[in-house]
């Protein structure tokens, strides 16, 4: 039994593109990759200019631990090497390929030779594979871990989808079910867990039902019905609401014995355990009230959002914002040259109307930001003690477990912008933390 | 092309706005409105009309004057200007009505921070400040098809129970009192309406009003008349759910409508006061910061990491 129930919002769904399977686009003229998409250090450039590169060529190699390559996602020319600049506004170096519009497929994509868990952490750790979070985890580090059996319990298989418009992981769910059972009967196979719970929202009957067709043939895979309520693909959130445990602060869901995976990253990997062909594109959902034909497309990684939208059948309005990913988590696109990237599942572009930021007013404490966060933070009491420059409140206020869901600013009626402010307190405290232990030593 | 812009998420919000809400509060308050025109006539709507208009002109000149932005359009000043008249009696003189107003707005409101900060209720700390004030005029009754000159609760008190007006009558507001406070039917309209737009939720009326029906059947009195006599529909549904003064979190309001219960039979019961609401609700008031503390929600942590 469980009294707990976690908060959220019910925000709207526009899922405009459910139904509609995803569309190749013609292969653009030439794409930007930028060797920075995954947490952790930038890859190494291993190309230079004037290189002939394939469909599937390492072109950047990792550089640390937790680190992913990289690989074309066209065939032609490389034209040049430059840095360009990222959301966060920093620099990263990026590879621009010039296509010959044959995306012709490198000798080196082959099926990797799989025969126990090492070798199976290591392909997927070459498939180039990250998470979809903002952040881009890599995925092969999620399974690489010592005596897994003994600390895993069970894989989340994150099929959620909680943001508005985004349907990409929904066409996953419609359209390879049976990568998605291949990919779970592999887990299986090389590191002997045996509980697979998929978690998807209830406004998806069509994907809960084909999910469940292939569930009843497999041993040990739930199918967990979701309130269609934000921000059920919110990791600790999904974590709660299928296994029952809370995610401990500063932990991972390991801590709690689960691994959690999205539905189209585990698709992804059983086709490359098939295929051999790396992480090149992404189905991605375009839609927004600037986008003249809301759409799925399949599009390599690297074209530009500029040439994305123009090939998908350009902007209905001027876009005044463009996002990598939902409106409720997405990171505004820097501009219209800017490259779609591996954790990119969305692009929503936004008319001048929608874009244009809410008045904030003063706060009238009727408490629905605290009364909506999942996680139960009091966000006004964060920005205060913000604003007094107070990191011991911080800490007590526990601001460091707060995922930026952005269910509080959502529902404030001051439109009061906590998720910036929280952002700024996460660091603010972690630098205090971080002055606190070297003074110690 | 123009410059795209670069923002921190979300970026949508929901259609709520602090305006919104106070057009729901002013929607709310409309049948009891309606109600004090019907049964004490025009110069009801007059007296609402004064202190609204007082207490809009009071916030835009006071912020005029310290140069803070202007905040007369997020309606908050109409809604205290409504729930003022509301508890004043029909025959106030008027500029005492408008007295009231700008203590309401300039002394508890704005003085404190405006929208949000002040921490006592505004319409209530005003009508209190009157009944010491002109405590004459502030309980002159003025009594529809007059049956009697005193409120229910004062005969009550006197022990006159063959006065009293019968239950229908005081369901409906045929009975002396407050301008606004009469009307049981149209408050709880209004207190319906506004817990299906989710402005308020029902832990604090159902709390309070339930706490006054359980004290008055453990001291034998009369359930109905206790909970329909003085300001008591109207200060659980509007006065005790005040954002600002009152607590955000569900605990919270449950121990803030227990408190204005319990202290309301208590000067009821045995005070020298016939009605207790509004010194319940202002008591309640000055608590909330505690009862927050007290009530505060624990961030789900799950533990610390070992
Ligand atoms: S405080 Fe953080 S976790 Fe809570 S609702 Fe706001 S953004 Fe989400
Ligand atoms: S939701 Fe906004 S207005 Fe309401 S208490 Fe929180 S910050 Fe204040």
């Known amino acids: ?381 964060i920005s205060l003690a913000f604003k007094l420059d107070d990191p011991e409140s911080l800490k007590a206020l526990c601001v460091d477990i707060c995922m930026e869901c952005g269910c509080c600013s959502y529902v404030c009626p001051a439109k009061r912008p906590f998720v910036q402010t929280n952002k700024l307190a996460k660091a603010k405290l972690r630098a205090y933390l971080d002055k606190l232990k070297e003074e110690k030593k | 092309m123009n410059k795209l812009i670069s923002s921190v998420s979300p970026h949508i919000t929901s259609s709520k706005n602090t305006t919104r809400i106070m057009l729901d509060v002013i929607i709310a308050l409309i049948p009891a409105a309606v109600a004090s025109v019907i049964i004490f006539g025009l110069r009801a709507l007059l007296v609402i009309g004064v202190c609204v208009g007082v ?63 002040n921490f006592a209720n505004p319409a209530i700390t005003a009508r209190i400040v009157m009944m010491t004030a002109f405590s004459g005029t502030m309980t002159t009754w003025v009594i529809p098809d007059s049956v009697s000159s005193a409120t229910p609760l004062a005969l009550m008190a006197k022990g006159e129970m063959s006065s009293l007006p019968s239950y229908l009558d005081m369901f409906l507001g045929k009975r002396g009192g407050c301008l606004g406070e009469t009307c049981v039917l149209a408050l709880l309209l209004g207190g319906i309406y506004l817990i299906i737009r989710r402005v308020i939720t029902w832990h604090t009326p159902v709390v309070f009003i339930g706490t006054v029906a359980v004290m008055s059947l453990i001291f034998g009195k009369d359930i109905p008349y206790e909970l329909m006599s003085g300001g008591l529909t109207l200060g659980a549904i509007f006065m005790a759910t005040d954002y600002s003064s009152t607590p955000a979190e569900k605990w919270g309001k449950v121990i803030f409508g227990l408190g204005c219960g319990l202290i309301t039979v208590l000067i009821r019961f045995w005070g020298n006061f016939p009605e207790g609401v509004s010194f319940s609700i202002l008591i309640m008031n000055i608590l909330t910061p505690f009862i927050s503390k007290l009530t505060r929600q624990k961030p789900l942590t799950g533990g610390k990491k070992q």
């Not at chain 1, 739930?222 to 959130?237: C, H, S, T």
């Not at chain 2, 029909?90 to 107003?101: N, Y």
């Open chain 1, 1 to 381: 039994m469980r009294f707990l129930k976690l908060r959220g919002t019910h925000v709207p769904h526009k899922k405009n593109t459910a139904g509609l399977s995803p569309v190749r686009i013609p292969t653009p003229e030439t794409v930007v990759i930028p060797m920075s998409m995954h947490i952790g250090r930038p890859a190494e450039v291993k190309v230079k200019k004037g290189d002939e590169v394939r469909v599937g060529d390492l072109i950047g190699a990792p550089t640390s631990y937790i680190s992913a390559p990289i690989h074309s996602s066209v065939s032609g020319k490389v034209l040049k090497i430059e840095d360009i600049t990222i959301s966060n506004g920093g620099l990263v170096p990026a590879v621009y390929i010039e296509s010959d519009g044959l995306q012709t497929v490198s000798d080196s994509v082959k099926p990797p030779t799989v025969t126990d868990f090492d070798s199976f952490i290591e392909a997927v750790k070459q498939s180039g594979a990250v998470g979809l979070g903002g952040a881009g985890f890599p995925t092969f580090a999620k399974f690489a871990v010592k005596d897994i059996i003994s600390r895993v319990n069970t894989v989340v298989i994150n099929g959620a989808e909680c943001e508005p418009y985004i349907t990409s992981d929904t066409r996953t769910m419609l359209d390879k079910a049976e990568y998605i059972f291949k990919g779970i009967e592999a887990i299986k196979k090389y590191t002997g867990l045996k509980s697979f719970i998929i978690g998807i929202e209830n406004n998806k009957k069509d994907a809960i039902e084909r999910m469940r067709s292939f569930a009843e043939k497999t041993d040990g895979v739930e199918i967990k019905e979701l309130p269609a309520v934000y921000p059920q693909g919110g990791e600790k959130v999904l974590v709660f609401n299928t296994l029952g445990k809370i995610v401990p602060q500063g932990g991972l869901p390991l801590d709690v014995g689960a691994v959690v995976i999205n539905v189209t990253t585990l698709a992804f990997i059983a086709e490359y355990l098939e295929t051999g062909m790396p992480l090149t594109e992404k189905c991605i959902t375009i839609d927004g009230s600037a986008i003249k034909e809301p759409k799925n497309v399949i599009a390599p990684i690297g074209m530009t959002i500029g040439d994305l939208i123009e090939a998908a059948g350009g902007f209905s309005a001027e876009p005044s914002k463009i996002l990598y990913g939902g409106p409720m988590m997405g990171i505004t696109v820097p501009s219209l040259e800017a490259p779609v990237l591996k954790m990119t599942n969305a692009i929503i572009a936004l008319d001048e109307k929608d874009a244009e930021p809410p008045k904030t007013t003063q706060c009238i404490n009727c408490g629905a930001c605290l009364n909506h966060c999942p996680l139960r933070l009091d966000p006004r009491a």
């Open chain 2, 55 to 117: 207490c809009v002109f009071s916030e835009w000149g006071f912020e005029k004057l310290v140069k803070k932005e202007n905040t007369i359009t997020d309606l908050s000043a109409v809604v205290t200007g409504m729930l003022l008249a509301f508890n004043l009696p029909v025959g106030i003189p008027l500029w005492q009505a408008a007295f009231g107003s700008i203590v309401a707005i300039v002394v508890v409101k704005q003085l404190f921070g405006g929208i949000g900060q």
